[in-house]
Nanobody
Framework: EVQLVESGGGLVQPGGSLRLSCAASGFYFSNYAMSWGRQAPGKGVEWVSYINADDSTYYSNSVKGRFTISRDNAKNTLYLQLNSLKTEDTAMYYC???????????????WGQGIQVTVSS
């Protein structure tokens, strides 16, 4: 059974930083692309960043230059470093598993339960 468990969220002031982690189990982690998405109140889930099995990384325009995605295949863990946070980054953040070594926005993704990130002074 695939399990994705996010951690590291919380309340942070504008300009602050957080690091999200996603512990994965139930599949061969290194063989799959992984993604982070987020959902703000009243909106749908939008992709934020993804990393393919070859470690190539991609970011949405809204977070490029501020967020960094990475993976540790030895620990079966996906990370998202969030820097220079803005109030508009407030959302539920989800870790996702793709069906293949690569992923593109619009492809199928299986999201975890999510974790809240709130950016507020």
């Amino acid at each position: 059974e695939v399990q994705l468990v996010e951690s590291g969220g919380g309340l942070v002031q504008p300009g602050g930083s957080l690091r999200l982690s996603c512990a994965a189990s139930g599949f061969y982690f290194s063989n799959y692309a992984m993604s982070w998405g987020r959902q703000a109140p009243g909106k749908g889930v939008e992709w934020v960043s993804y990393i393919n099995a070859d470690d190539s990384t991609y970011y949405s325009n809204s977070v490029k230059g501020r967020f960094t995605i990475s993976r540790d295949n030895a620990k079966n863990t996906l990370y998202l470093q969030l820097n220079s946070l803005k109030t508009e980054d407030t959302a539920m953040y989800y870790c996702g598993k793709a069906r293949d070594v690569g992923w593109r926005p619009g492809d199928y993704i299986a999201w975890g339960q999510g974790i809240q990130v709130t950016v507020s002074s």
